[in-house]
């Protein structure tokens, strides 16, 4: 038998599920206001432009809510920056990489590229956040339009990146995001220096 290591919690694995399924309303509905002419059928998904400005809003505070708790879960996580990070990021993960025997710097319980994600996701989330309150509680403004649209752009590219990577790419993670194990020999291939740190080895 396999002999499985749990990666994340349950908390963990809820606090990702709200972020990821607000995220992905906020990012549908938000194109389907910003190119209203190309993708304005978007809202029409979820019941026509005005329901589609409640789900917006109100998933904003789903969003903002587990971005919060976020902070004592993977944003912790992303801070621990290492040299083998440095290094890992310089080649890629090895993703792009002709040589496939090439030893790829040793990881903790998330990747360079995961951290970096992560501490991208965070900032812009939080300026989305704000700006996204504002332009719903108070008059809009250009500024604040302007900010909102170019962080809704990069998660609009980020996300699905990460949705590749954690899926078709690397096949077993999306595993840790349902039922948070993963195979013991998979966790010391992928992240090392964790098993090492928790003692699974």
């Not at 993960?93 to 496939?100: A, D, F, P, Q, T």
Request: charged share 15%; glycine share 10%; with cysteine.
């Amino acid at each position: 038998m396999v002999k499985m290591i749990q990666k994340t919690t349950a908390f963990e694995r809820i606090v990702h599920l709200l972020l990821a399924l607000s995220c992905l309303a906020l990012l549908l509905t938000g194109l389907g206001f910003l190119y209203q002419q190309e993708l304005g059928w978007l809202n029409t998904i979820f019941g026509g432009v005005h329901i589609a400005r409640g789900i917006h809003n109100w998933g904003g505070i789903v969003f903002i809510v587990s971005l919060i708790f976020s902070l004592g879960t993977w944003v912790p996580e992303c801070l621990k920056w290492t040299s083998d990070d440095s290094k890992w990021l310089g080649m890629l993960g090895g993703y792009l990489s002709r040589e496939k025997d090439k030893e790829i710097p040793p990881q903790g319980k998330i990747n360079a590229g995961q951290k970096l994600l992560g501490i991208v996701v965070f900032i812009s989330g939080v300026i989305i956040s704000i700006s996204g309150l504002i332009l719903w509680l108070s008059v809009p403004s250009a500024l604040w339009v302007l900010i909102h649209n170019v962080c809704a752009l990069l998660f609009a590219v980020f996300v699905p990146v990460h949705i590749y990577l954690a899926t078709a790419a690397n096949p077993g993670t999306f595993r840790i995001m349902t039922r948070g194990d993963v195979p013991l020999y998979w966790a010391k291939k992928k992240h090392p220096k964790w098993v090492k740190e928790i003692g699974a080895g």
